[in-house]
């Protein structure tokens, strides 16, 4: 009788550079829902309109801005390496910040917003592509797990520090987007130890080396747009494409919704949304950390996306009372933190070869956000005529994304990325 192979464990240095990558997620998250939460106050400072507030949505870290740089940036990465993008763009990511934390009118914040966007997105490719090619065969979930945890912290903290400061209005939003920008050049420095990808670095000799005749993964932009790599994408784009529409319509204007819609105060909005990413980590970790690696994932995604439809329904069909708010908080961050994102992110990782990981990734999030950019343009004119009627929008998005995911998804679970490589060259 033969027993299995014990899986490997992850060293210290492997949970060091998983966390110093995935900081980038924090930055991502944190400078989203900063801008939820000032934008309230943006808008009375600066008198913007509905269609200003739904531009400085549609081009910030938020959507375009971050889709633009992903492409970019994700590109980048399969040509000259993961370390060239995720060492230096947090510079960039501190310049765009300041225009925020110095900013005296509404085009400022755009502009600040903007090139914060275009930073971010040029390093979540590099960062989920490194967190993937490092993780031991079995625990990659877990270690994209320690990113997506860090998703939700960076809101966290953020909000916090925005209950800590709200009495003293914008002032109080300007020091918030100083600690990104502090943290954004800390961290340039903490990943300047940091070494290259073994896997990049692999995939590079072997594309060197290759002999003629020997089938093996192609590395060049034509490359991605195979029938195969194409399908991928097709439903990688479609399950999270419908399911960012509704996260980042909630992630970004949710602080907003919640006092022009529901009448609650700043503090109340900012902390009924702190509640949520805080139910959301926990759900990472003691659900998708600990099970996604071993269990079938295409069950795991499904009960997540029925959590979800569930929860956003209650906006669609009860008034936006204090408990349906709280109800609807804690189901959609149960599901959300072993749904969509969470699986966005390893699947993207495992399905493409190294040399065109992190441009698939660039390409996918640049179609998700900019698609999410243009829709965020009309949010708060649909906010303005009917909030049930974009709750039931954003429900029909969530039912949209789980059908997809639950028809379409791969069985991965347990298998190393060489051996994800060598069926996908079977198959092609």
Same mark, same amino acid.
């Given at each position: 009788?033969?027993?299995?192979?014990?899986?490997?464990?992850?060293? /210290?240095?492997?949970?060091?550079?998983?966390?110093?990558?995935?900081?980038?997620?924090?930055?991502?998250?944190?400078?989203?829902?900063?801008?939820?939460?000032?934008?309230?106050?943006?808008?009375?400072?600066? *008198?913007?309109?509905?269609?200003?507030?739904?531009?400085?949505?549609?081009?910030?870290?938020?959507?375009?801005?971050?889709?633009?740089?992903?492409?970019?940036?994700? /590109?980048?990465?399969?040509?000259?390496?993961?370390?060239?993008? #995720?060492?230096?763009?947090?510079?960039?990511?501190?310049?765009?910040?300041?225009?925020?934390?110095?900013?005296?009118?509404?085009?400022?914040?755009?502009?600040?917003?903007? =090139?914060?966007?275009?930073?971010?997105?040029?390093? %979540?490719?590099?960062?989920?592509?490194?967190?993937?090619?490092?993780?031991?065969?079995?625990?990659?979930?877990?270690?994209?797990?320690?990113?997506?945890?860090?998703?939700?912290?960076?809101?966290?903290?953020?909000? =916090?520090?925005?209950?800590?400061?709200?009495? =003293?209005?914008?002032?109080?939003?300007?020091?918030?987007?100083?600690?990104?920008?502090?943290?954004?050049?800390?961290?340039?420095?903490? *990943?300047?130890?940091?070494?290259?990808?073994?896997?990049?670095?692999?995939?590079?000799?072997?594309?060197?080396? *290759?002999?003629?005749?020997?089938?093996?993964?192609?590395?060049?932009?034509?490359?991605?747009?195979? /029938?195969?790599?194409?399908?991928?994408?097709?439903?990688?784009?479609?399950? #999270?494409?419908?399911?960012?529409?509704?996260?980042?319509?909630?992630?970004?204007?949710?602080?907003?919704?919640?006092?022009?819609?529901?009448?609650?105060?700043?503090?109340?909005?900012?902390?009924?949304?702190?509640?949520?990413?805080?139910?959301?980590?926990?759900?990472?970790?003691?659900?998708?950390?600990?099970?996604?690696?071993?269990?079938?994932?295409?069950? =795991?995604?499904?009960?997540?996306?029925?959590?979800?439809?569930?929860?956003?329904?209650?906006?669609?069909?009860?008034?936006?009372?204090?408990?349906?708010?709280?109800?609807?908080?804690?189901?959609?961050?149960?599901?959300?933190?072993?749904?969509?994102?969470?699986?966005?992110?390893?699947?993207?990782?495992?399905?493409?070869?190294?040399?065109?990981?992190?441009?698939?990734?660039?390409?996918?999030?640049?179609?998700?956000?900019?698609?999410?950019?243009?829709?965020?343009?009309?949010?708060?004119?649909?906010?303005?005529?009917?909030?049930?009627?974009?709750?039931?929008?954003?429900?029909?998005?969530?039912?949209?994304?789980?059908?997809?995911?639950?028809?379409?998804?791969? /069985?991965?679970?347990?298998?190393?990325?060489?051996?994800?490589?060598?069926?996908? %060259?079977?198959?092609?």
């Amino acid at each position: 009788m033969t027993t299995a192979a014990p899986i490997p464990s992850s060293s /210290r240095e492997d949970w060091k550079n998983t966390i110093l990558a995935g900081l980038a997620n924090y930055i991502d998250a944190g400078s989203i829902v900063a801008g939820g939460a000032a934008l309230a106050m943006w808008t009375e400072a600066y *008198r913007m309109s509905n269609s200003l507030v739904g531009t400085i949505g549609a081009l910030g870290p938020n959507a375009i801005s971050a889709g633009v740089g992903a492409l970019i940036g994700g /590109r980048l990465c399969d040509l000259f390496g993961r370390k060239k993008i #995720y060492q230096y763009d947090m510079l960039f990511y501190a310049f765009g910040m300041l225009w925020l934390v110095f900013a005296m009118n509404a085009w400022m914040v755009i502009l600040g917003f903007f =090139l914060v966007g275009i930073a971010v997105g040029a390093d %979540i490719p590099a960062s989920w592509s490194l967190i993937a090619e490092i993780a031991p065969k079995g625990q990659r979930g877990k270690h994209s797990g320690v990113a997506q945890v860090l998703w939700y912290l960076g809101p966290v903290v953020v909000l =916090l520090l925005f209950l800590l400061v709200a009495p =003293l209005g914008l002032l109080g939003a300007r020091l918030v987007f100083a600690h990104l920008a502090i943290l954004a050049v800390a961290l340039t420095f903490l *990943r300047s130890s940091m070494h290259e990808s073994p896997a990049w670095l692999e995939a590079q000799v072997a594309k060197k080396a *290759r002999l003629p005749g020997v089938k093996a993964p192609g590395a060049k932009w034509r490359d991605l747009f195979t /029938r195969q790599h194409i399908g991928s994408m097709a439903f990688l784009i479609g399950m #999270y494409v419908f399911w960012n529409l509704w996260a980042g319509t909630n992630g970004f204007f949710l602080p907003y919704i919640l006092r022009t819609v529901g009448n609650q105060s700043q503090t109340a909005a900012v902390a009924l949304t702190v509640l949520s990413f805080v139910v959301g980590m926990a759900s990472i970790y003691f659900i998708f950390m600990q099970i996604s690696d071993k269990v079938n994932q295409r069950l =795991l995604f499904g009960i997540s996306a029925v959590i979800q439809v569930i929860g956003m329904s209650l906006f669609a069909i009860f008034p936006l009372t204090l408990p349906v708010a709280i109800i609807h908080i804690l189901l959609m961050s149960i599901g959300q933190g072993f749904g969509a994102q969470s699986f966005f992110q390893l699947w993207s990782s495992e399905m493409f070869p190294t040399l065109l990981r992190s441009t698939a990734q660039g390409v996918m999030f640049a179609i998700v956000r900019i698609t999410l950019g243009v829709w965020s343009f009309f949010v708060p004119a649909l906010t303005a005529t009917g909030f049930h009627t974009l709750a039931w929008i954003l429900t029909g998005f969530l039912v949209a994304s789980g059908l997809i995911g639950v028809i379409w998804a791969p /069985r991965n679970e347990g298998k190393s990325l060489e051996e994800l490589d060598a069926a996908r %060259i079977a198959a092609a």
